[in-house]
């Protein structure tokens, strides 16, 4: 499968386009809703995070693909709106990379320190700026602790996980070597809403549709 993967994703990224972060105010407007509804904080355009995805353990820089749990991996940051959706995704980082740099390192920082649109929700790894809300330390009150509403991403990452489980399985497990093919998965494994209850037969057989 590796041989061809970087193909396959390529036809699935043509077909779909589906991975936009909001722009015009129609859709930030729509976003903004949806957090102001699960968390009731104004102007959220989404909730931002990383996680890490195994890897096969590639030639160059094996070293830096080391995350801090001890396995080959890139750690990836996406951007997920209220429904758990995705809308903006970096796989372009090894594991031993931090969220906060990653961040402070993607064209999405850039755009929102340049345009007053709107902000992200993020948890304590990241720095507090005027477009990324972290959260308080020592909640107090309802609206404080409502600022829970970025858990949406980790619930997104982790639906995204168990569909695709026995790919990440596969990749940690190897004893191969070689330059991973993983990243891109990572982009083409997000290029649908996560759905609860969805099996792995199932969600290969929906990209392969895809295609045809």
């Known amino acids: 499968?590796?041989?061809h993967l970087y193909e396959v994703v390529a036809a699935i990224n043509n077909k779909m386009k589906n991975i936009r972060f909001p722009t015009t105010l129609e859709e930030r407007r729509e976003a903004s809703l949806g957090f102001y509804t699960l968390c009731g904080i104004p102007r959220v355009l989404g909730a931002v995070d990383g996680t890490l995805v195994p890897i096969i353990a590639p030639h160059d820089n094996e070293?830096?693909?080391v995350c801090r749990k001890g396995?080959?991996?890139?750690?990836i940051q996406a951007v997920v709106n209220s429904n758990m959706r995705f809308n903006d995704v970096v796989s372009r980082w090894p594991g031993s990379a931090n969220d906060a740099g990653n961040f402070d390192n993607c064209g999405l920082k850039r755009h929102l320190e340049l345009n007053d649109v709107g902000m992200l929700l993020g948890d304590s790894g990241y720095p507090l700026r005027h477009y990324l809300m972290t959260p308080v330390?020592?909640?107090?009150g309802r609206q404080q602790t409502a600022y829970n509403g970025?858990?949406?991403v980790e619930r997104a990452f982790g639906l995204l996980k168990s569909r695709?489980?026995?790919a990440c399985a596969n990749a940690r497990n190897s004893s191969e070597t070689g330059r991973s093919r993983y990243?891109?998965?990572?982009?083409c494994c997000t290029s649908t809403k996560p759905q609860?209850?969805?099996s792995s037969e199932h969600s290969y057989k929906s990209i392969l549709n895809l295609l045809t």
């Open 164 to 166: 695709f489980r026995p």
């Open 63 to 65: 070293e830096v693909y």
């Open 183 to 187: 990243g891109p998965a990572a982009t």
């Open 137 to 140: 330390l020592r909640p107090q």
């Open 196 to 198: 609860r209850g969805a």
């Open 1 to 3: 499968m590796s041989r």
């Open 150 to 152: 970025r858990v949406v």
């Open 71 to 75: 396995y080959h991996a890139l750690n």
